[in-house]
């Protein structure tokens, strides 16, 4: 990735008694070599914060709140009562911990099952295929849908081969290359597959690896095109059956699918706060999605960044800190259907928005992290490279371009300065949304550091005496 060099040249800060910052090319009564010494002085805390987390009584602990919640709970799909259990869980724990305002914010949100399913090979052999029907798909009829497949690896190439897709499965092959380019068709596959005529879709499991693992995920339907089932099916499963036709064998699969929408359930976001000493009304906003698919445990995706949100407030606490900006913890309800609790909160918050200092969230990965991608005005990145350059004790410096995430985009794109952790993304979409995501995938030292790097960033952003600047 590139990055984003900032230069001085004649642009200054004005401090104005709310607190807030604005960039002007006129005399100012603050230079940038000023707010950089007013960020080295918090090498200290820096410091504290990061020995408590990585070294001191702190360690570890919020791998061990995470393990204690899924293996409690277990998944939590949007509208199921494994959510609904660990919102109550998270905010009487919040509570304990000492956390000011903590409270539930309500919002409606979508109710899908996937019930039974099952997926069989039956010409040119029998064999069962292991899949994942996609969020807020349509179930078959229950004699399931049998049918001759027409594998593709785009989707110009079955736009091409159109005619023949009528009244068959269409089977994607696409190959990964990275997630943003590739869940297109996961999204849409179904939709595209139904314009040509399609009676399904199975679409080939958006990961960098596989174990013979399927890998769920919402997709979408359009109005005025035919619904139709659609499901992931394992990279293994997808290749197989692109060389068996390449060769010229006839394909044909057997698919049932018992999945169900259900009118929208009731549900929250969770929130908690440490409120500010000078502004507090201004806000550092830290996140992650306390919902997760129906398998594996959702500890990686995204227990892991909803904890070390939770951690950051706490190791704040435990040293006695209080910035001069609120921190609030937003835990979001049903990220995994497209941000449904994050918009709710954003429409309910927005009036509100020029208080918004900067978004965090965290839902790629709590694993080691190499540092913080961000999104924002050249002077607010110049100010987090001063900022980051605080975790050198723990080499985690950098700072990335695309700070965005599902929960905070809204923020963002209205020019609230937006971050988000930058991880191991190849081991991450190796367990995302499969079976494989629980806590085994996870790994407490790599939390602790994460912790750290949410905890220092937040709390200094919050407690720096002029908001970031934008665009």
């Known amino acids: 990735m590139k990055f984003l060099l900032f230069t001085f040249v004649g642009a200054h800060l004005l401090a104005l008694n709310s607190g807030k910052a604005i960039w002007r090319n006129d005399t100012s009564q603050r230079t940038f070599q000023e707010i950089k010494e007013e960020i080295a002085r918090y090498g200290d805390v820096a410091k504290a914060i990061i020995d408590l987390a990585v070294y001191g009584k702190a360690q570890n602990r919020s791998y061990e709140r995470l393990a204690l919640l899924v293996d409690t709970v277990g998944s939590r799909l949007s509208g199921s009562k494994g959510l609904e259990k660990a919102i109550q869980i998270m905010c009487q724990n919040l509570k304990e911990d000492g956390l000011e305002n903590v409270h539930l914010e309500p919002v409606k949100i979508p109710h899908w099952e996937r019930g039974e399913e099952s997926a069989v090979m039956l010409e040119p052999r029998m064999q069962k295929m292991a899949i994942l029907g996609l969020g807020s798909s349509i179930g078959t009829p229950p004699e399931g849908i049998t049918a001759e497949v027409l594998v593709v690896t785009s989707f110009d190439e079955l736009r091409r081969r159109a005619q ?255 971050a988000s952790l930058l991880d191991d993304l190849y081991k991450y979409f190796s367990f995302h949304h499969s079976r494989g995501d629980t806590m085994t995938a996870m790994d407490p030292k790599q939390m602790n550091v994460a912790a750290a790097v949410w905890a220092v960033v937040s709390y200094v952003v919050a407690d720096m005496e002029e908001m970031l600047p934008r665009s």
């Not at 507090?280 to 990686?300: R, T």
């Not at 909803?306 to 921190?327: C, H, M, N, V």
């Open 164 to 418: 023949e897709a009528r009244g068959k499965i269409v089977v994607y092959n696409q190959p990964y290359t990275n997630y943003s380019n590739t869940v297109k068709y996961r999204v849409q596959g179904a939709v595209e597959a139904a314009r040509v005529g399609a009676l399904a879709s199975l679409i080939r499991s958006v990961a960098s690896f596989s174990i013979y693992s399927p890998h769920t995920g919402i997709q979408e339907y359009q109005d005025g095109v035919p619904q139709i089932p659609t499901a992931c099916i394992t990279v293994e499963d997808a290749e197989m059956m692109s060389r068996m036709v390449s060769r010229g064998s006839k394909i044909v699969i057997q698919l049932k699918m018992g999945a169900k929408n259900y009118p929208d359930a009731d549900s929250f976001n969770t929130v908690a706060e440490i409120i500010g000493s000078k502004y507090p009304e201004q806000v550092v906003l830290v996140s992650g999605h306390l919902d997760s698919w129906d398998v594996g445990q959702g500890a990686m995706d995204d227990g892991g960044g909803a904890f070390i949100s939770w951690e950051a407030l706490s190791l704040i606490q435990d040293l006695g800190l209080r910035p001069k900006r609120t921190l609030r913890l937003v835990l979001w309800t049903a990220e995994e259907q497209g941000g449904v609790g994050a918009f709710h909160y954003y429409q309910s918050h927005k009036a509100n928005i020029s208080n918004y200092s900067l978004v965090m969230e965290s839902d790629a990965g709590t694993f080691l992290p190499s540092g913080l991608q961000f999104t924002g005005s050249e002077k607010a990145r110049a100010i987090m490279k001063e900022v980051m350059s605080l975790l050198q004790p723990i080499n985690v410096t950098q700072v990335f371009s695309a700070g965005e995430g599902t929960d905070i985009n809204f923020w963002i794109q209205d020019g609230v300065p937006g």
